[in-house]
Structures are given as C-alpha cells and as structure tokens.
C-alpha cells in the first residue's frame, strides 16, 4: 500500500525557516508528481509547489516565490519543502501529494505548520 508520511512541521517566530519532509513508501514514484498543499482553517486547500519525481520543479504560488523551495531524494523517497522567512500568513495544514497521469493520487496525513508574530 502507498503511504505519505510528512513531517517536521511545529511553531516558529516570524522571519524563521522550517523544513518539511514527505516520505514515500509502497510504490514506484519515478513517473510521478509531488505536490506540497496547505490548509489554513475556514479555508481551501492551496498548492503551494509541485516537482516531478525525476526533479523538475513546474509549480510554486505566487505568494511563496523566493522563499519556499521544494526539492526530492529519490534514494530516500523524500520530498521536501524549505522554507525561509516565514510569516503569520503561512500558518497552516501542510498536506504531500503523489498523483500519476490522474490515475492514481494518494495523501499524507498533514503536518502543522504555525508561525507566530
């Protein structure tokens, strides 16, 4: 069975970076894409960056250009996002998603992300 685990999600002050983490297991990711989503409460859920398994980055939002960076270890099956000078507005779920050709996609189960001001 695939599973996505994220984590390395927790509090941190304005202006700090964190770094994510989302590892892959029960599959074969090389023809996939992984995504990085959150979830802000009383709000939908927004793609924040998207990378190829093969490393092709092709999606960050606008509001995270320049300070979030998504990369992938395919020899560890892990997919991270870092991010730099955090604020308030980033305060969120962050969810990982592997999809394939819209045949297959699967879910982590979250990670809290909060940034205080």
């Known amino acids: 069975q695939v599973q996505l685990v994220e984590s390395g999600g927790g509090l941190v002050q304005a202006g700090g970076s964190l770094r994510l983490s989302c590892v892959v297991s029960?599959?074969?990711?090389?023809?996939?894409?992984m995504g990085w989503f959150r979830q802000a409460p009383g709000k939908g859920r927004e793609l924040v960056a998207r990378?190829?398994?093969?490393?092709?980055?092709?999606y960050y939002a606008d509001s995270v250009k320049g300070r979030f960076t998504i990369s992938r270890d395919a020899a560890k099956n892990t997919v991270y996002l870092q991010m730099n000078s955090l604020n308030p507005g980033d305060t969120a779920a962050y969810y990982c998603k592997a999809d394939r050709s819209g045949l297959e996609n699967y879910w982590g189960q979250g990670t809290q992300v909060t940034v205080s001001s």
């Open positions: 029960g599959g074969t990711f090389t023809s996939y894409r």
């Open positions: 990378i190829k398994w093969t490393g092709e980055i092709t």
